[in-house]
């Protein structure tokens, strides 16, 4: 588990300047020490608690819950704070004893990682002294905006009187949290034209949402003269004509009493990895499969706690052993990695987001071994209780939703993985042989989206081949 607690020492383990005991020059410790004195040991005894990075996606972590409070003494290996990361809560310990002298991001607040968000103390001593250092960089977090505010006031000028600049300042005297601008399209449309910067206001809308009375006070506009807003669009348009077609979206309405709610962690994370997808070049293969023999299988074994979805991707590893480049990763599109393990992940859907748990060397665990290991990892899943290496390790994906009835869909390829596996439902299907007889069996058609830079149309349909026949014949499933 990831430490938060360092300590900002030099190389030659001297003190931070956290610590008040003065810094010995290294030279005195070549110096033949007077005879009764004694060279002073130096130690950092104050240790900021640090926002660690809990995974390798992870910019930004939010406080769930201080399981210390200031005042409280800790121990090595005790854990100190719940931290909300990209996929997961996660309790981390500290690698030093001390005192909690103070707590700087509360509950409910987000930091990014490497920042401080709590103050250690070595001893009583310097509670005092952690606790006047946690103020200053309370104090001094939102200094730096200050002058941002100043410096961005005169842009507005080119467009507005200089008088009415000096009205500015009102609506940017307190900068919105960074990351959370909350604004309507058209008061985005109007901070582009103005050159206002729009993370510096503060909405009068609702929820804090910035309007466009709001831009256009911060540009010196007065909100009389409604038409004046609608004849800048014309410069703008030829000083960069190539930012007008992103901006299109910024035309429609806004609905009348709609509610905007920020992403949660996850869910930036969600957002963040599906547009990071885009850039990959994909195709798609859809292959039916007949399932009347998995059918018969999953009765079987059921009762024995196995799941439809154990049984998949088990089917799913065993034919990714056969065809090992359906299994290869490309992240730096300029070679592609043939993995050494085949860890199938399934998507599940939470509270509030998307996670795949994944099963590491599903190809090696049996069935019912297998089975036991996906409802741990589903029930840690829901209780956002995963550890990194317990989602971030999947080398092929699979996704499921033949259990609400859907007979075929996309799946969208996540980032470092080369294929993706989309299960749809299965039903009654009227099947013709090459005798002309006609006869009822259960069918499901699998889409598997795939890299086109490393896995190509061959490739692919001679995975769902193998795939088909381990469905259509499962004995194998269970040895």
């Known amino acids: 588990m990831a430490s938060l607690l360092q300590s900002r020492t030099p190389s030659l383990s001297f003190s931070s300047s956290l610590c008040s005991t003065p810094v010995i020059r290294p030279s005195a410790f070549l110096l033949k020490p007077r005879s009764g004195?004694?060279?002073?040991?130096?130690?950092?005894?104050?240790?900021?608690?640090?926002?660690?990075?809990?995974?390798?996606?992870?910019?930004?972590?939010?406080?769930?819950?201080?399981?210390?409070s200031e005042g409280d003494v800790l121990s090595k290996g005790e854990s100190v704070v719940v931290v909300e990361s990209d996929k997961a809560?996660?309790?981390?310990?500290?690698?030093?004893?001390?005192?909690?002298?103070?707590?700087?991001?509360?509950?409910?607040?987000?930091?990014?990682?490497?920042?401080?968000?709590?103050?250690l103390?070595?001893?009583?001593?310097?509670?005092?002294?952690?606790?006047?250092?946690?103020?200053?960089?309370?104090?001094?977090?939102?200094?730096?905006?200050?002058?941002?505010?100043?410096e961005s006031s005169p842009a507005p000028k080119v467009d507005a009187p200089s008088p009415a600049v000096a009205a500015a300042p009102a609506p940017?005297?307190?900068?919105?949290?960074?990351?959370?601008?909350?604004?309507?399209?058209?008061?985005?449309?109007?901070?582009?034209?103005?050159?206002?910067?729009?993370?510096?206001?503060?909405?009068t809308g609702p929820f804090g949402r910035i309007t466009p009375e709001d831009v256009e006070k911060a540009a010196g506009i007065t909100p009389a003269p409604k038409s004046?807003?609608?004849?800048?669009?014309?410069?703008?348009?030829?000083?960069a004509p190539a930012a007008v077609p992103p901006k299109a979206p910024a035309s429609f309405p806004e609905i009348p009493g709609s509610t905007v709610v920020p992403f949660t962690t996850m869910q930036a994370a969600v957002s963040k990895n599906m547009v990071e997808s885009l850039s990959v070049p994909t195709f798609r293969v859809g292959y039916?499969?007949?399932?009347?023999?998995?059918?018969?299988?999953?009765?079987?074994?059921?009762?024995?706690?196995?799941?439809?979805?154990?049984?998949?991707?088990?089917?799913?590893?065993?034919?990714?052993?056969?065809?090992?480049?359906?299994?290869?990763?490309?992240?730096?599109?300029?070679?592609?990695?043939?993995?050494?393990?085949?860890?199938?992940?399934?998507?599940?859907?939470?509270n509030g987001g998307l996670i795949t748990p994944v099963l590491q060397d599903a190809d090696k665990l049996d069935l019912y071994l297998l089975s036991q290991k996906w409802k741990e990892l589903v029930e840690k899943a829901r209780a956002k209780q995963l550890q990194p290496n317990e989602y971030n390790s999947g080398t092929f994906t699979l996704s499921n939703l033949g259990m609400f009835g859907v007979d075929r869909f996309d799946a969208i390829l996540p980032p470092g993985q080369?294929?993706?596996?989309?299960?749809?439902?299965?039903?009654?299907?009227?099947?013709?042989?090459?005798?002309?007889?006609?006869?009822?069996?259960?069918?499901?058609?699998?889409?598997?989206t795939a890299d086109h830079r490393i896995i190509y149309g061959a490739d692919l349909a001679a995975f769902l081949q193998t795939f088909?026949?381990?469905?259509?014949?499962?004995e194998s499933l269970t040895m």
Request: aromatic share 4%.
């Open 288 to 350: 039916p499969i007949a399932t009347d023999a998995l059918d018969a299988l999953y009765e079987k074994v059921k009762p024995k706690g196995v799941t439809m979805t154990a049984l998949l991707a088990k089917a799913a590893a065993m034919a990714l052993a056969q065809h090992p480049v359906v299994n290869t990763t490309c992240k730096d599109g300029k070679s592609f990695t043939y993995n050494s393990s085949i860890n199938i992940a399934v998507a599940v859907a939470i």
């Open 418 to 448: 080369g294929a993706i596996m989309a299960v749809g439902a299965s039903k009654p299907t009227v099947i013709a042989d090459k005798d002309g007889f006609f006869s009822v069996k259960n069918k499901m058609l699998v889409n598997v």
């Open 228 to 239: 004046n807003v609608a004849v800048p669009p014309a410069p703008a348009a030829s000083a």
């Open 37 to 68: 004195s004694r060279i002073p040991v130096v130690r950092a005894k104050i240790r900021e608690i640090f926002m660690p990075a809990l995974s390798s996606t992870m910019t930004e972590g939010k406080i769930v819950s201080w399981i210390k």
């Open 172 to 203: 940017t005297s307190a900068p919105s949290t960074p990351g959370k601008v909350v604004a309507t399209p058209y008061a985005k449309k109007l901070a582009k034209q103005h050159k206002v910067d729009i993370g510096k206001l503060v909405g």
């Open 121 to 150: 103390a070595e001893t009583e001593d310097e509670i005092s002294e952690a606790k006047a250092k946690a103020t200053s960089q309370s104090s001094s977090a939102p200094a730096p905006s200050a002058p941002n505010v100043e």
């Open 468 to 474: 088909s026949k381990i469905i259509e014949n499962p």
């Open 89 to 119: 809560d996660m309790d981390v310990e500290t690698f030093y004893d001390g005192i909690l002298a103070a707590i700087v991001v509360n509950e409910g607040e987000t930091a990014p990682v490497g920042t401080a968000i709590g103050i």
